[in-house]
């Protein structure tokens, strides 16, 4: 026997499952050593820092 479900879900239930679903905004983080935003846990694309230390080469 598997996981099957019992019973067709309505149209409706279907739609208001569905209210719960929504995009989110991007999440942005100030860079700490040149202050452009940019994504949380991840290097600073402007400066090629992260966490203000590790520096990644960036050319330009
Ligand atoms: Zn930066």
Redesign the pocket.
């Known amino acids: 026997m598997g996981a099957v479900p019992k019973h067709r879900i309505s149209p409706r239930r279907k739609a208001k499952r569905r209210t719960h679903y929504k995009l989110q905004p991007v999440a942005l983080v100030r860079?700490a050593?040149?202050e452009?935003y940019?994504r949380p846990h991840h290097m600073?694309p402007?400066?090629g820092?992260y966490r203000g230390i590790e520096i990644i080469a960036i050319e330009d």
């Open positions: 860079c050593h040149c452009a940019h600073c402007t400066c820092t």
